[in-house]
């Protein structure tokens, strides 16, 4: 439990310190189906495949490989440059999974370009569901919403998604 609690400091603290004056830096929330219907191979019935949060973080991993090859392009697998981003999941009063991602992205990007490639893209991951809402940060507000205390050991944070580069 303190190794979630210290690695969730430790996050806050280095988004704080080299985030400055929050350019590049979005807010995105991320909506997901919930379930998934897919047909046997023999065509004889159906399977219904709900997400939970192994699920998703693969398929938040799928998506951000696909953000890095759109905005760094081929710089991103030839020098292992990736984009940075907080990313962690909350479950709504409905009990509904989606993911809340703070993002750092290039200057020379635009706010409606990036909008474009969200969307583009977590529409082009398996469980991407339409509504995103992608807003330019300017204060580490978002990052301690995100990273607020929904669970007892901060499961929320998805560190196998975490990047922080500098």
């Known amino acids: 439990m303190t190794t979630n609690v210290t690695y969730k400091k430790a996050i806050q603290d280095w988004v ?15 909506t997901m189906r919930q379930s ?4 046997s191979s023999d065509r004889t019935g159906t399977f219904r495949f709900n997400v939970d949060e192994g699920i998703a973080s693969q398929n938040m991993r799928h998506f ?6 759109s905005i760094l392009g081929s710089s991103g697998q030839r020098y292992g440059k990736r984009l940075g981003a907080v990313p962690c999941y909350e479950y709504d009063d409905n009990n ?4 809340h991602l703070l993002l750092k992205v ?11 490639l969200i969307l583009a893209n977590w529409m ?3 469980w991407g569901l339409w509504q995103i809402d992608c807003q330019e940060t300017y204060s580490s507000g978002w990052l301690r919403y995100i990273t607020k205390e929904t669970t007892m050991d901060f499961a929320n ?7 922080l580069t500098s």
Do not use: Q
Request: aromatic fraction near 14%; glycine fraction near 2%.
């Open 64 to 69: 951000l490989n696909r953000m890095d090859k």
């Open 36 to 39: 998934l219907t897919a047909k």
């Open 16 to 30: 704080e310190r080299h985030a400055c004056d929050w350019i590049g830096w979005y807010s995105v929330s991320l």
């Open 106 to 116: 290039p200057n020379h990007i635009t706010e409606t370009k990036l909008h474009y």
């Open 157 to 163: 944070i998805d560190f196998f998604n975490t990047t």
């Open 96 to 99: 509904r999974l989606h993911y």
């Open 124 to 126: 082009k991951s398996k």
